[in-house]
Structures are given as C-alpha cells and as structure tokens.
C-alpha cells in the first residue's frame, strides 16, 4: 500500500514518516527542501515541490492509496485562504489518482468557522476533504505539547512560564508522538470506512501551573507560572520575532478557550485519550531543551 505524507519534517509528519517506515511502508513525501528529510530522503519516494503547485500533486498522488494531509503552520495573513486552496488541490489530485482514502490532521475545535485563531483555518480545510473523500479520518488533536517549547528561554533564564491565561485553568494537551501513533496506525489500517472525526486529547486536562511544577521537577530548579495581559503577551512575541498576524492569531484563539467560542465537540474517551504525560514530557522533551538554551546563555 502506498502512502502520502505531506509534510514530512512537521512536527507530526516527521514522526509520522518515521513510524511508518520502522513499519516498512511504501512511503511518498512531498517535500520543497528535500535535504531537511535527513536519513529518511534515502527510504522514501520524493518529489521537490510547494503544495500549492498541481503539477507537484499530481506526481504526489500517483500511485497513492492513502493519504495523511497537515496543514502548514500559520505563515501569512491570507492562510486560511492559501490552507484551502492547497486542500482543494489535493483532492482533485487524488481524484485524478484514484486515492480512496484520507487522515487528515486538524485540531480540537476547528468545527469553529471563526474567532479561533489559527484553528479557524482548518474548518475549510475540513469541508474540502469532506467534499473529496468518501474514506476519511479527521484527527482532531489538543494543544501540543510542543508549544511549551515557546517558554524555553524565559524558563532558563528567569525560572518561569508566562501567559495569558489564569495559571489554574486546564485544557487537554498532548504529545505530537501521541498523534503521529495514532496516525501512523490509521494509515495502515484499511477497516474504518466512511466519514469520521476522531478527538486526541491526551492523558489528562493540564494547567499552566501544572506544567510549570511538571517543569520544576525534571530539571530540579524552582518554576512558577506568571499570567500577563494580552498585550505584555503580544508585546513578548512581537520581541522574539514573530510577524503581528501570528501573534494576534494566538491572542485570538487563547481568549477563544476563555469567552465561550472555542469547543471541544468529542468528549474525552478512552479512545481520544493518549499515553504521554505532562511529566514525562518535561523530562525527555523540555528538559533538554531548556538545558541547551542555559548552556547557550553561558556563553553570551
């Protein structure tokens, strides 16, 4: 069976790739910088390209019986424009190549048309592989884990975690390991039929303060979680570099978890829960991270 992956050194499609490979599967991957693949250039199919290039698809798709889809991070004020338009390409492309099924990566509340910030941008997405796919999976996942990564440096550097948000409110998160499992199974498996929406929320609903004694505890130094304003928060990503619109777009969809608009529509079930804990986590993942960016601090 041939697999598509299209974004094979995303957090997700990274490990996705590397799950199914360790599974022996014939793997494509669409890549516009083919060296940021590493080993696994030598293990899979590539072909060069951006998504938004049909002709690229088109190579993509050929052959292809199942495809995982992840829209790209937010990288201009017209996203969600651009994110359903590459959507749209792809299943025409998979139409022409006869591809039956789809997972496809959104996240928890993009049945929200709007007011979620960059989660928005997925429910058109959505509606185009709906459209597209009589075999679909639609992964909606939690907030990653990952983006804790976001806090290393003020962790190293001054011992705490900011955010605008109370330190005591919990929301699901979850490990990127955790999906691309979960995805990586679903690839491989040819019994689901139809159209289904799947929520991933991790082993447990976690705070911010949470996080900051999970933190405290790997690394062995005090951690405390500090709540700022919306703007001391947009003035702080403004500060490490990131362009306005992604910083308003996260302004957006953190209020969106607090005023009402953000929803988890799939309750938590031992389906949707995933194995990775917050704890270990810090300790195998944030640890590391916040060690080298000490290490790195020295030196300056």
């Known amino acids: 069976m041939k697999i598509l ?3 094979p050194t995303g957090h997700v499609g990274r ?12 793997i494509t991957v669409i890549a516009r910088y083919p060296e940021k693949l590493g080993e ?18 088109d190579q993509a798709f050929a052959g292809v019986e199942t495809v995982f889809w992840a829209t790209p991070p937010i990288s201009s004020p017209d996203h969600g424009v651009w994110a359903r338009r590459i959507a749209s390409l792809a299943v025409a492309a998979a139409k022409k190549a006869g591809t039956k099924r789809a997972v ?6 993009a049945q929200v048309p709007a007011g979620t910030g ?10 185009e592989f709906r459209a597209g796919f009589e075999h679909l999976m639609i992964l909606r996942p939690a907030s990653f884990m990952e983006n804790h990564l976001a806090s290393v440096s003020a962790i190293a550097g001054m011992g705490s975690i900011f955010a605008p948000a109370p330190g005591s409110f919990r929301f699901p998160q979850i490990a990127t390991r955790d999906i691309a499992a979960r995805a990586a199974r679903l690839l491989r498996q040819r019994d689901w039929i139809g159209q289904q929406v799947l929520g991933l929320h991790g082993p447990a ?9 999970a933190v405290s505890k790997a690394i062995g130094k005090p951690v405390s979680f500090v709540q700022v304003t919306p703007g001391q928060a947009r003035e702080g990503m403004l500060g ?7 910083a308003d777009a996260y302004l957006e969809m953190i209020a969106s978890m607090g005023n009402g608009v953000f929803h988890q529509a799939e309750p938590r079930s031992a389906e949707t829960t995933t194995p990775t804990t917050i704890e270990q986590f810090a300790a195998e993942v ?4 916040i060690e080298a960016a000490g290490a790195a601090g020295a030196k300056t």
């Open 5 to 7: 992956i299209n974004t």
């Open 15 to 26: 490990a996705v790739t590397e799950e199914l490979l360790r599974a022996g599967e014939d």
């Open 40 to 57: 696994a250039a030598s293990r899979v199919r590539v072909v060069k390209g951006s998504l938004d290039d049909p002709t690229v698809l």
């Open 104 to 109: 496809i990566l959104s996240s928890i509340s």
């Open 118 to 127: 960059p989660i928005a941008t997925l429910h058109p997405v959505e509606k």
């Open 205 to 213: 609903d976690v705070s911010y303060e949470q996080v900051a004694a």
């Open 240 to 246: 490490m570099g990131m362009p306005a619109f992604v």
């Open 286 to 289: 944030l640890k590391l991270a």
